[in-house]
């Protein structure tokens, strides 16, 4: 089956600095890339989904600015938090799917990458 | 708005069958997920419904009545390693996933 990967499985960082969080698929191109938070005991919550070469769309209430995704290829998309606080400390998982148009019904989860910002 | 119900934490013991329903709500339906989450870990892919009607796969099976906004997760044997939780998402009209909150399963011995 399909694979997507993400590097770091797990980051401490200071408040205040960056954590950058990659997420590849490894046998297949990825035309669309979803990045989602979970908190503790919550369920998933969408961030943004990025195509190949575009800007990423972003869910509201997420700061664009402050999540920075980007999807530079087809097979590798990265989700930079800048300037980290400690509530940012969460779950991050990505995502991703092949199809062009959406019938491509499986999305292929990373095995998450768990921050901590303190 | 949207809206995806689950319940929110069931326990069963090791050897039974267990049924997990979802309802939803959404802005069009391109087909129905069920993951299961380990804790600390990412979800995986358990069945994917778009037809009314039953999917069976192994130990699991899927149900889906799209009159109904509704749909099950059937678990036969169950095993320790069950313990999860296991997440309902349908795709909407936009193709977008919208996630339910997930129903913890407990299995006892």
């Known amino acids: 089956g399909a694979v997507v990967s993400q590097h770091p499985s797990w980051v401490i960082c200071k408040s205040g600095t960056s954590v950058k969080i990659e997420c590849r698929s490894l046998?297949?191109?990825?035309?669309?890339m979803f990045w989602y938070r979970q908190f503790p005991k919550q369920s998933l919550m969408l961030m943004a989904t990025?195509?190949?070469?575009?800007?990423?769309?972003?869910e509201q209430g997420v700061e664009k600015d402050k999540f920075l995704i980007n999807h530079a290829s087809l097979t590798l998309s990265t989700l930079t938090v800048t300037s980290a606080h400690p509530e940012d400390s969460s779950f991050y998982i990505c995502?991703?799917?092949?199809?062009?148009?959406?019938?491509?019904?499986?999305?292929?989860f990373g095995p998450g990458t768990r921050l901590t910002v303190t | 708005g949207q809206n995806i119900d689950q319940p929110t934490e069931m326990t069963a013991t090791e050897g039974a069958i267990v049924q997990i329903n979802c309802t939803y709500q959404?802005?069009?339906?391109?087909?129905l997920f069920w993951y299961q989450q380990h804790a600390g870990e990412a979800p995986t892919f358990l069945s994917y419904?778009?037809l009314d009607g039953l999917e069976e796969k192994g130990r699991f099976s899927s149900f889906l009545s799209r009159s109904k906004g509704y749909s099950y997760l059937l678990l036969k044997e169950l095993q320790m390693k069950d313990s999860a939780s296991y997440l309902c998402?349908?795709?909407?009209?936009?193709?977008?996933?919208?996630w339910g909150a997930g129903t913890k399963l407990i299995i006892k011995p």
């Open positions: 995502s991703a799917h092949s199809g062009t148009s959406g019938f491509d019904y499986e999305q292929y």
């Open positions: 046998d297949f191109q990825a035309t669309t």
């Open positions: 990025s195509n190949e070469g575009s800007k990423a769309t972003y």
């Open positions: 959404t802005s069009g339906f391109n087909g």
């Open positions: 419904n778009v």
């Open positions: 998402a349908v795709r909407d009209s936009n193709y977008q996933l919208i």
